[in-house]
């Protein structure tokens, strides 16, 4: 229900950018974010944006990555710049509600080279 694009391979200080968008049949979103996952790790945060616009990053990001997309249109982008061999990654995005489900899209793999 959540359908991601963009991932590849890009060298060191290169761009990427990510999409994502919902389908119809989720109502009321009210986050919209992207996650991403290493091998042997815990998914980790990248960044959020929620209904009123408002964003959230992870340290590690912040200043390289934009968040941008709208929860009303269930679609959501990652703008990634100045990318490190430790952003490689598999990408998710994820939607919350308001009723407080979860839904996350098939991951996008992103390789950085060094």
């Known amino acids: 229900q959540l359908q991601a694009f963009g991932g590849g391979l890009v060298q060191t200080g290169g761009s990427l950018r990510l999409s994502c968008a919902a389908s119809r049949e989720i109502f009321n979103i009210i986050i919209m974010g992207w996650y991403r996952q290493t091998p042997g790790k815990q998914r980790e945060l990248v960044a959020t944006i929620n209904n009123g616009g408002t964003t959230n990053y992870s340290d590690s990001v912040k200043g390289r990555f934009t968040i941008s997309g709208t929860t009303s249109k269930n679609t959501v982008y990652l703008q990634m710049n100045s990318l490190k061999p430790e952003d490689t990654a598999v990408y998710f995005c994820?939607?919350?509600?308001?009723?407080?489900?979860?839904?996350w899209g098939q991951g996008t793999l992103v390789t950085v080279s060094s």
């Open positions: 994820y939607a919350f509600t308001l009723v407080a489900r979860t839904y």
